[in-house]
């Protein structure tokens, strides 16, 4: 990208800060009125649970965490390189053996595009087991709406929020409205999307499927798929910029260390370990490195 074209996007930031500014202040003078008050006393941002929910976070929703949020850094940044690069530095093309022979020759594909899609497969699998173990232990009802009040609960948390007066944080046992929709939205809408669409593109969609293909064509695939990344990144942002603003220690401890314990430093420790593991994967993911690993189930060529 030319110095032109980052000088124009620029301009967005100054943009981005001024609504976010006008947006704090409708939301402060919107509290200030008799009807907002009433509301946010009517509905104050979250909605109980069935009886039958699981309280707490789980041993195994804590490593599920870390290893969503290494796969999902690493495809981002492999994503975007795929989509930018003009030329390749290297080829991958798979062996035509085992399993996987095909009566046609394998198809030659960039070795960021192999990164990608070698991710994308962990990415499913850890998913899968995810889904599994959210479903087998209870803990959908979690991230699931089960009444329509969470509608206007979210609403009241959404003005909380942009008034910076903060709707009370009680993650340990319930969250939100706000963010049980951002959880179901992530989990049940954004990731399968991310899977469809990256599939269409990817060599394993069925080339000659003609009627499938008129009804689901490349083209949909890639415009949905790009929003879908960028989705992503807003999340991860606003995610990890709310985490650590309300209430770092309590809300780290939480999701790294499955602890309630609002004054232990464990699990901020182990997200400064895993930051540091994400930081090394995001820098080693070169050629140099891809390479061998790349060579192990194919063969790389210049």
Do not use: C
Request: aromatic share 14%; proline share 6%.
């Amino acid at each position: 990208m030319t110095k032109n074209k980052w000088s124009k996007l620029i301009w967005i930031i100054p943009i981005v800060v001024l609504l976010l500014a006008a947006l704090v202040l409708v939301a402060r003078l919107l509290r200030d009125t008799p009807w907002m008050r009433d509301f946010i006393l009517s509905y104050p941002g979250e909605t109980p649970l069935p009886d039958s929910a699981p309280s707490g976070l789980p041993v195994w929703l804590t490593w599920q965490h870390f290893l969503n949020g290494f796969f999902i850094v690493l495809i981002i940044r492999s994503g975007w390189r795929v989509r930018t690069q003009t030329r390749p530095s290297a080829y991958w093309t798979r062996k035509n053996t085992g399993l996987i022979r095909t009566r046609n020759a394998p198809t030659k594909i960039s070795l960021d595009l192999w990164f990608h899609l070698s991710l994308d497969v962990l990415w499913v699998l850890n998913g899968l087991v995810f889904y599994l173990l959210l479903f087998a232990t209870g803990h959908w009802m979690r991230i699931i709406p089960t009444s329509w009040d969470i509608v206007p609960n979210a609403v009241s948390a959404g003005i909380q929020y942009l008034s910076l007066d903060w709707p009370t944080e009680n993650g340990w046992v319930n969250y939100n409205s706000l963010q049980l929709i951002s959880y179901f939205v992530v989990v049940f809408v954004a990731a399968p999307l991310a899977i469809i669409t990256g599939l269409r593109m990817s060599g394993a969609w069925p080339n000659g499927a003609e009627r499938l293909n008129r009804v689901y064509p490349m083209e949909l695939a890639r415009a949905i798929h790009l929003p879908v990344m960028l989705f992503f990144v807003f999340f991860i942002i606003v995610h990890v910029a709310l985490v650590l603003s309300t209430g770092a220690l309590r809300n780290l401890n939480h999701m790294y260390a499955g602890s309630n314990d609002a004054g232990s430093w464990r699990g901020f420790w182990i997200f400064v370990a895993s930051i540091v593991v994400m930081i090394v994967a995001w820098i080693g993911s070169q050629p140099v490195v891809l390479r061998p690993m790349a060579n192990l189930i194919g063969k790389v060529s210049k």
